[in-house]
T-cell receptor, first 113, second 116 residues
């Protein structure tokens, strides 16, 4: 069974702080997604990565395949970054079969002005 | 590009009533997923379609939940009869072309269901 663990569960920080959210998983994967979910429920895909590092604006995502670990960093955090950040993985060997993502429980981030 | 459309956004029903959710995926996306997200938890896959065929419905409570994607485009998810524990956000996602290993999934806004 594939387990996806995120930490911390909840994080409150001051505007401008550097934020790190961690994700660990237990099986071999073909891709890892970082997703952002706002209170309305909709989910936006931030990154999809299978190796190395990706950067988009103030967001940076890294993955270490050997250690089965990924991190999402937010630089110069802002109140509008407040949301739930969810890590999801796609197990290796999806192919033409079922390939639904396995999700972590999410990290609830609040950035205070 | 239009995103994944879902309706309604919110629904409140009494237990034992029926409810249906609708999803219109991104044009051309062959794979469609329905997820259930209970408050405080990550989404859980209920069913995955490839065109109009079911690829995985192993976690769908088939005694009360049903889903269809008759023409391989729009999909509906139905709950009949609803229970209190069905209160959740129901998310629809789609991907292109065949849901292969590195395919990115796009999510709708979700339908928040409250069963009272």
């Amino acid at each position: 069974k594939n387990e996806v663990e995120q930490s911390p569960q909840n994080l409150t920080a001051q505007e401008g702080e550097f934020i790190t959210i961690n994700c660990s998983y237990s099986v071999g994967i073909s891709a890892l997604h970082w997703l952002q979910q706002h209170p309305g429920g909709g989910i936006v895909s931030l990154f999809m990565l299978s190796s190395g590092k990706k950067k988009h604006g103030r967001l940076i995502a890294t993955i270490n395949i050997q250690e089965k670990h990924s991190s999402l960093h937010i630089t110069a955090s802002h109140p509008r970054d407040s949301a739930v950040y969810i890590c999801a993985v796609r197990a290796r060997g999806g192919g033409g079969g079922a390939d639904g993502l396995t999700f972590g429980k999410g990290t609830h981030l609040i950035i205070q002005p | 590009e239009a995103g994944v459309a879902q309706s309604p956004r919110y629904k409140i029903i009494e237990k034992r009533q029926s409810v249906a959710f609708w999803c219109n995926p991104i044009s051309g996306h062959a794979t469609l997923y329905w997820y259930q997200q209970i408050l405080g938890q990550g989404p859980k896959l209920l069913i995955q379609f490839q065109n109009n065929g079911v690829v995985d419905d192993s976690q769908l409570p088939k005694d009360r939940f049903s889903a269809e994607r008759l023409k391989g485009v729009d999909s509906t998810l139905k709950i009949q009869p609803a229970k209190l524990e069905d209160s959740a956000v129901y998310l629809c996602a789609s991907s292109f072309p065949w849901g292969g290993e590195n395919t990115e999934a796009f999510f709708g806004q979700g339908t928040r269901l409250t069963v009272v």
